[in-house]
């Protein structure tokens, strides 16, 4: 049996941080467990960006703004302690991220650049291209593998967590190239397996790996889960695989048309448009499908997402 102080379930952007901020002490050892090698967890697939209110481009957006509109696009149902813990941290994170590594996209002037997203009051996306996601996950991934004391599990998949009915023990992994059973034991178990949306089998921006086999392990643990209907529905992808088309697109300035060529958004959300929060887009669209003003034939219809206007250049960048 192999002895850690902190086991992290999971390494995508979650698990590799906080395994990173667990190891700033030498001392704790540290093991990272993973059912995909490290840099394929789904954290790569982000595209559009991050936010977070450096003011870069409007200097009146503040953590208290951003706190504003995360807590209104949540219908004021998001844990407001959490939120504000994010917004107030969100700009430091940010910086954290430029110095190891990340190479953010640059306004002209040198300083991060941030983009228009959805449900936000300023410019407030950071992003790298249309490859957000995948750059973070690399940094986090070398500045993980540049501490000794953390040690990688990769394509060991978490079978279930030890404990003796009061107190976590450890983790039952099943190593998946040499089909064999490791248990690790733990003073401490962080569960960072990310999300669950392939449980929706016709259509997810998910990968294949998203099962949510982390939380059946808490669950069986007897650990109760919090918010499980929280299940975010991005509006875009493309229309028969639901591969994601970035929410930079309507950050842009893309259109959202029915199968009339009517910018529909403006029955739903008139002032935001298709920027409204995408809770509110997703809703829209489906009303649209519904309405009979879709293209294509019942539960295959869809609507365009419009950026001919944006021309060849932008699109292009
Ligand atoms: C297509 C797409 C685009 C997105 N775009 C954005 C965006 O622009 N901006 C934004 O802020 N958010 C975006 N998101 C959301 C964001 O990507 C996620 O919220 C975030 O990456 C989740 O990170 P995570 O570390 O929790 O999970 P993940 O990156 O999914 O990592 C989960 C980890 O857990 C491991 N794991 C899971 N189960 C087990 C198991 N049983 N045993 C062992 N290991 C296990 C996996 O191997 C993996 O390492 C997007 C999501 C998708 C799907």
């Known amino acids: 049996m192999t002895y850690y102080d902190v086991v ?39 595209q559009g960006g991050i936010n977070a209110a450096l003011g870069n481009v409007v200097p009146d957006d503040s953590p208290d703004a951003h706190a504003f509109d995360t807590i209104k696009g ?32 640059r306004l002209p002037d040198g300083r991060i650049a941030q983009r228009p997203f959805g449900g936000a009051s300023f410019p407030r996306t950071v992003f790298s291209a249309d490859r957000t996601g995948h750059v ?13 004391n953390i040690h990688f599990y990769n394509e060991y998949f978490l079978l279930d967590i030890i404990h003796d009915g009061n107190r976590v023990k450890g983790v039952a992994l099943y190593d998946i190239k040499n089909g064999e059973v490791v248990n690790l034991r733990a003073k401490a178990v962080i569960l960072a397996t990310g999300g669950f949306a392939r449980i ?12 949510g086999d982390g939380v059946a ?4 643990a007897g650990l109760s889960l919090k918010d499980m209907e929280f299940i975010q529905f991005h509006p875009t992808g493309l229309a028969k695989t ?3 088309l970035s929410e930079a697109c309507r950050g842009e300035g893309g259109y959202l048309l029915n199968a009339l060529g009517e910018r ?12 409204a929060p995408r809770d509110m887009v997703s809703r829209a669209i489906e009303y649209e499908i519904r309405e009979g003003r879709g293209v294509g034939e019942g539960t295959s219809a869809y609507v365009y997402l419009d950026l001919r206007h944006l021309g060849e250049e932008k699109i292009k960048e």
């Open 8 to 46: 992290v379930v999971g390494a995508g952007g979650a698990g590799l941080r906080a395994a990173i901020e667990a190891s700033l002490d030498p001392t704790i050892r540290v093991a990272v467990v993973s059912k995909v090698y490290p840099t394929r967890s789904h954290t790569g697939a982000a």
């Open 74 to 105: 949540s219908d004021f149902l998001a844990d407001q302690e959490a939120v504000f813990f994010m917004c107030e941290n969100a700009p430091e994170i940010i910086y954290e991220l430029d110095r190891w590594g990340v190479p953010f996209s």
């Open 217 to 220: 392990a808490a669950l069986r």
């Open 200 to 211: 929706y089998w016709k259509r997810s921006t998910n990968a294949i790996g998203n099962t």
């Open 136 to 148: 973070i996950l690399h940094t986090l991934f070398e500045q993980a593998l540049a501490r000794e």
């Open 242 to 244: 639901g591969i994601l």
């Open 264 to 275: 529909f958004m403006q029955r739903y959300a008139p002032e935001k448009m298709e920027l």
